[in-house]
């Protein structure tokens, strides 16, 4: 384990009030101690990497500049938030990043009076600081309100509504585009700094608001022509028409590692804006650590690393992770159909369709941080005949739900969903947890919604989505590996609406949907060595039901537990649904339904999670002998 860096500097900087007290000509120290801090607390954890590096300088400019917390600074996302946490009154804890009863991995108002709003979603910031923006005039105070948005973000259709909004309500908020990829324009030098400050200071903001009060005496219509005529000539030197013709003031692009530009903007906004503004600043993910900078998409997230030689800490794993498995089905099945496309929403690698892409870059499409048109465009190609398989995390894929509904149920149309990230996340918390897709998809008439119990499961599936044309289907997977079952050479197509019996015993039914399945076969053992015969079975859909295979389990055992690793409302309440109509429930049968507890569960290993959330081995277990009125003995012993 590496030593911890010197930081003289930073060491007298406990909150941003700090700050005032530190020379404008220091300041570059201090980013390169910060910086040094971030890298060895987030080397000793794992966690967001190079977003944060990047935004070094101005997290330390606008926490200067700015009166925070009374001035509200929003990070879009989060997770380029650790600089802010170090320089807020949280770097006595910054080493517990993401680690149980730790330090968020993204702005949380739980933790701290200085993140006014919580985000691990993307594209959220404009909206949020919009309406904190509208508040504060509506009290009559004084403030100001800081949005930092990702280039990245930006292509969500969500943050173009809050602009729209903000400019027509001309309302005092600022709006920072932090443009790392160099995807808008890079800053032009000293050049594009002299043209900053000059357009963000007093004077020509001040015959900005002059002339606007003139024309408009003019009348509306002359008052626009003239003001756009305006703002069009100054967008040919520096850029930012489409903001402009938004309602915003643009300013840029600066220098975003460079106090010397950061600074005389942010003051001559803070002094001098009335409107809305945005400033373009250019910064580098990954700044100040070469391995960062040279990979900027392997350190977007890490995991413990080696900071002398960037080498990351990797697990022994002993099967493959489940996006592995699902991305080589998928080219596998691509390779016999070309009508099969791949659709992601900015998460080729962590979906696995950059497989896909390398394989069959024609027909694989990522769109950008937008899933709301991610699932309608796939919905398109459906109609069209094509069988797009449209790849999202199961948090992301809620912030589709509508489009899945009205663009794709609705309608029937055959699109295909692999939900990666089904169930805890670990280290990544409630905000990215897959616990509602069951749910809010097998509610939906004439979707399909399948679960895989493990890595040959999931092959399947692949398949069977590909093979399927009758309407949409969905199939989950967790993060992380699988349990090393032996793999086909190419799925099967399984008959939909079909389970099956994994184990047969008499006296107890354990009921599964999805990879809770290898910790039910484990209580499965305790439950037999405790003279209770245990059958364990695999539903493989929650939608539609296999209603022989429900029956059978009812009718032949006194218990009947189904296990998920969903919220309520889904596989289990389908289950008890069909139960209940039936008449199953009439006649003794005790039935528990296992499900995600009705809480935000927070950080922590995924075992530790299942354990608490009573989905393990031994919370089976325990569920099977008070369901029968027993007292547990050597719960999970065996294990």
Same mark, same amino acid.
């Given at each position: 384990?590496?030593?911890?860096?010197?930081?003289?500097?930073?060491?007298?900087?406990?909150?941003?009030?700090?700050?005032?007290?530190?020379?404008?000509?220091?300041?570059?120290?201090?980013?390169?101690?910060?910086?040094?801090?971030?890298?060895?607390?987030?080397?000793?954890?794992?966690?967001?990497?190079?977003?944060?590096?990047?935004?070094?300088?101005?997290?330390?400019?606008?926490?200067?500049?700015?009166?925070?917390?009374?001035?509200?600074?929003?990070?879009?996302?989060?997770?380029?938030?650790?600089?802010?946490?170090?320089?807020?009154?949280?770097?006595?804890?910054?080493?517990?990043?993401?680690?149980?009863?730790?330090?968020?991995?993204?702005?949380?108002?739980?933790?701290?009076?200085?993140?006014?709003?919580?985000?691990?979603?993307?594209?959220?910031?404009?909206?949020?600081?919009?309406?904190?923006?509208?508040?504060?005039?509506?009290?009559?105070?004084?403030?100001?309100?800081?949005?930092?948005?990702?280039?990245?973000?930006?292509?969500?259709?969500?943050?173009?509504?809050?602009?729209?909004?903000?400019?027509?309500?001309?309302?005092?908020?600022?709006?920072?585009?932090?443009?790392?990829?160099?995807?808008?324009?890079?800053?032009?030098?000293?050049?594009?700094?002299?043209?900053?400050?000059?357009?963000?200071?007093?004077?020509?903001?001040?015959?900005?608001?002059?002339?606007?009060?003139?024309?408009?005496?003019?009348?509306?219509? &002359?008052?626009? /022509?003239?003001?756009? $005529? #305006?703002?069009? *000539?100054? !967008?040919?030197?520096?850029? =930012?028409?489409?903001?402009?013709?938004?309602?915003?003031?643009?300013?840029?692009?600066?220098?975003?590692?460079?106090?010397?530009?950061?600074?005389?903007?942010?003051?001559?906004?803070?002094?001098?804006?009335?409107?809305?503004?945005?400033?373009?600043?250019?910064?580098?993910?990954?700044?100040?650590?070469?391995?960062?900078?040279?990979?900027?998409?392997?350190?977007?997230?890490?995991?413990?690393?080696?900071?002398?030689?960037?080498?990351?800490?990797?697990?022994?794993?002993?099967?493959?992770?489940?996006?592995?498995?699902?991305?080589?089905?998928?080219?596998?099945?691509?390779?016999?159909?070309?009508?099969?496309?791949?659709?992601?929403?900015?998460?080729?690698?962590?979906?696995?369709?950059?497989?896909?892409?390398?394989?069959?870059?024609?027909?694989?499409?990522? &769109?950008?941080? /937008?899933?709301?048109? $991610? #699932?309608?465009? *796939?919905? !398109?190609?459906?109609?069209? =005949?094509?069988?797009?398989?449209?790849?999202?995390?199961?948090?992301?894929?809620?912030?589709?739900?509508?489009?899945?509904?009205?663009?794709?149920?609705?309608?029937?149309?055959?699109?295909?969903?692999?939900?990666?990230?089904?169930?805890?996340?670990?280290?990544?918390?409630?905000?990215?947890?897959?616990?509602?897709?069951?749910?809010?998809?097998?509610?939906?008439?004439?979707?399909?919604?399948?679960?895989?119990?493990?890595?040959?499961?999931?092959?399947?599936?692949?398949?069977?989505?590909?093979?399927?044309?009758?309407?949409?289907?969905?199939?989950?997977?967790?993060?992380?590996?699988?349990?090393?079952?032996?793999?086909?050479?190419?799925?099967?197509?399984?008959?939909?609406?079909?389970?099956?019996?994994?184990?047969?015993?008499?006296?107890?039914?354990?009921?599964?949907?999805?990879?809770?399945?290898?910790?039910?076969?484990? *209580?499965?053992?305790?439950?037999?060595?405790?003279?209770?015969?245990?059958?364990?079975?695999?539903?493989?859909?929650?939608?539609?039901?296999?209603?022989?295979?429900?029956?059978?389990?009812?009718?032949?055992?006194?218990?009947?537990?189904?296990?998920?690793?969903?919220?309520?409302?889904?596989?289990?309440?389908?289950?008890?649904?069909?139960?209940?109509?039936?008449?199953?429930?009439?006649?003794?049968?005790?039935?528990?339904?296992?499900?995600?507890?009705?809480?935000?569960?927070?950080?922590?290993?995924?075992?530790?999670?299942?354990?608490?959330?009573?989905?393990?081995?031994?919370?089976?277990?325990?569920?099977?002998?008070?369901?029968?009125?027993?007292?547990?003995?050597?719960?999970?012993?065996?294990?």
């Amino acid at each position: 384990m590496t030593q911890t860096p010197a930081t003289p500097l930073l060491d007298q900087v406990r909150i941003p009030a700090d700050l005032k007290a530190v020379d404008d000509r220091d300041l570059p120290q201090l980013a390169s101690e910060l910086r040094s801090e971030m890298i060895d607390a987030v080397s000793r954890t794992g966690g967001h990497l190079g977003a944060g590096l990047g935004v070094v300088e101005l997290t330390i400019a606008i926490h200067k500049v700015f009166d925070t917390p009374k001035d509200r600074l929003i990070f879009d996302v989060g997770h380029q938030c650790y600089p802010h946490k170090i320089l807020t009154g949280r770097r006595d804890r910054i080493r517990t990043l993401r680690q149980e009863d730790g330090l968020s991995g993204f702005t949380r108002r739980a933790e701290s009076e200085y993140d006014p709003f919580g985000a691990a979603h993307s594209s959220t910031s404009i909206s949020a600081g919009l309406g904190m923006a509208v508040a504060a005039d509506l009290a009559g105070e004084h403030r100001n309100v800081i949005a930092v948005i990702g280039d990245g973000a930006m292509s969500a259709g969500m943050a173009y509504e809050a602009l729209n909004n903000a400019g027509a309500l001309d309302a005092r908020l600022i709006v920072i585009l932090n443009d790392n990829d160099m995807s808008i324009a890079p800053p032009t030098g000293a050049m594009s700094a002299y043209l900053a400050r000059l357009a963000s200071g007093r004077t020509y903001m001040g015959f900005r608001e002059l002339g606007k009060k003139l024309t408009a005496y003019l009348g509306k219509t &002359v008052d626009r /022509a003239i003001t756009r $005529a #305006v703002e069009h *000539a100054r !967008g040919y030197v520096t850029g =930012g028409t489409l903001f402009e013709e938004m309602g915003f003031y643009h300013i840029g692009p600066i220098d975003g590692h460079s106090f010397d530009h950061l600074l005389p903007v942010l003051r001559n906004v803070r002094d001098n804006a009335k409107g809305p503004v945005l400033i373009h600043v250019v910064t580098q993910k990954g700044k100040g650590y070469p391995p960062a900078e040279a990979a900027a998409d392997k350190y977007h997230g890490v995991n413990k690393f080696d900071v002398i030689t960037g080498a990351q800490a990797k697990a022994k794993p002993n099967a493959p992770a489940y996006t592995s498995v699902f991305a080589e089905a998928l080219v596998q099945e691509a390779g016999f159909d070309e009508k099969i496309v791949g659709v992601t929403a900015a998460m080729p690698a962590g979906t696995g369709l950059d497989k896909l892409a390398n394989a069959f870059p024609a027909r694989t499409f990522d &769109v950008g941080i /937008a899933e709301q048109h $991610a #699932v309608t465009f *796939a919905a !398109g190609l459906a109609a069209e =005949g094509y069988k797009p398989f449209c790849a999202l995390y199961s948090t992301f894929l809620q912030r589709g739900y509508d489009q899945v509904v009205h663009d794709v149920a609705i309608q029937g149309l055959p699109v295909r969903f692999p939900i990666d990230r089904a169930g805890f996340v670990g280290a990544d918390g409630p905000t990215h947890a897959g616990s509602f897709d069951t749910t809010y998809l097998a509610t939906l008439p004439g979707f399909v919604v399948m679960a895989a119990a493990d890595e040959a499961e999931l092959k399947h599936m692949v398949r069977t989505a590909a093979a399927y044309d009758a309407g949409p289907i969905s199939f989950r997977y967790p993060r992380g590996e699988g349990v090393g079952v032996e793999m086909p050479a190419r799925g099967e197509i399984l008959e939909i609406g079909k389970g099956r019996l994994v184990k047969q015993g008499s006296k107890v039914a354990l009921l599964s949907f999805g990879t809770r399945l290898a910790d039910c076969l484990l *209580a499965a053992e305790d439950l037999d060595a405790a003279g209770l015969s245990t059958t364990v079975a695999d539903a493989r859909f929650a939608k539609p039901l296999d209603h022989d295979l429900i029956r059978q389990l009812a009718r032949h055992h006194e218990v009947l537990i189904t296990i998920e690793e969903g919220a309520v409302g889904g596989f289990g309440s389908h289950v008890l649904q069909f139960l209940a109509m039936e008449g199953l429930l009439d006649h003794g049968l005790k039935v528990r339904p296992l499900v995600l507890p009705d809480l935000w569960m927070e950080q922590a290993k995924p075992d530790a999670m299942y354990a608490k959330a009573g989905l393990d081995r031994a919370g089976i277990v325990s569920t099977v002998f008070k369901a029968l009125g027993q007292k547990a003995i050597g719960v999970g012993a065996a294990g």
